[in-house]
């Protein structure tokens, strides 16, 4: 999201093809991470930058999935002791 998409990255530092283009899969059962999402990242890419996505069902699970992981942006409560 900062400007260089991974696949540009890779090309910059002329990395062979085979591993640019690769997709990226979960290292678990074999499946791409596309697969396990069930949606593609250019739909994801898009819904960010652009809010646009064609299908609703898509566009609700990556909302939710958004909403579930939101308490991921919130720091973590930490013991003070001048606090108390």
């Keep these: 999201m900062g ?6 990255s890779g090309r910059v530092l002329h990395l062979p093809d085979v591993l640019v283009d ?5 290292g678990l059962c074999g499946k791409t991470d596309e697969d396990n999402l069930g949606f593609t ?3 994801l890419d898009r819904y960010i930058r652009e809010g ?3 299908d609703e069902n898509i566009k ?3 909302d939710e999935m958004h ?3 939101l ?3 919130s720091m973590m409560p930490c013991f003070n002791p001048l606090l108390e």
């Design 67 to 69: 909403r579930r992981n």
């Design 22 to 26: 690769k997709p990226p899969i979960d």
């Design 60 to 62: 609700k699970r990556i």
């Design 41 to 43: 990242y250019a739909q």
């Design 52 to 54: 646009v996505l064609d």
């Design 3 to 8: 400007g260089l998409s991974t696949r540009t």
């Design 71 to 73: 308490f991921k942006l």
